[in-house]
């Protein structure tokens, strides 16, 4: 694991004081715990949300294939579901990231929705990142 440096408190939006160079990871940490909860916690979700993105690499021919079944609800004309009847999100042209930590997250329990906790549940990361892929090639409406 690489340690955070004064570089790092840079990226973060934080200022170093005067004399702190690059190998200073002490005076980094103690800056960044005297920030409150929210900001580490938005800090943490910002950069797991990049990692996602960044992980995200699918292939979205592959994805066309997997993804068959989600066009039963996801594709349909007004995106209401048959039975029982409610609105689906339109997911072609959805950013990439958004999609796999959303798939990640019913298949960990973490968003409930029976019918996507369900679907999720058996795919693989790869199968999700392909799906992800397929659904991002799309344009934005």
């Not at 715990?33 to 900001?39: A, C, D, E, L, V």
């Not at 958004?98 to 968003?111: E, F, N, Q, T």
């Amino acid at each position: 694991m690489q340690r955070a440096t004064a570089s790092h408190g840079l990226f973060l939006g934080l200022a170093m004081p005067a004399g702190t160079d690059d190998r200073d990871s002490t005076g980094l940490m103690r800056m960044i715990m005297k920030r409150s909860i929210t900001w580490r916690l938005s800090v943490a979700a910002a950069l797991t949300m990049s990692a996602a993105a960044a992980m995200a690499a699918g292939n979205a021919q592959e994805g066309e294939i997997k993804a068959r079944g989600c066009t039963g609800c996801h594709g349909i004309p007004g995106y209401f579901n048959v039975y029982p009847t409610y609105r689906v999100p339109k997911v072609g042209g959805q950013k990439e990231g958004y999609i796999v930590a959303a798939l990640k997250a019913y298949k960990s329990g973490d968003r409930t929705h029976a019918t996507m906790q369900a679907q999720a549940e058996s795919l693989s990361d790869k199968d999700i990142a392909d799906i992800a892929a397929y659904f991002a090639s799309f344009a934005k409406p």
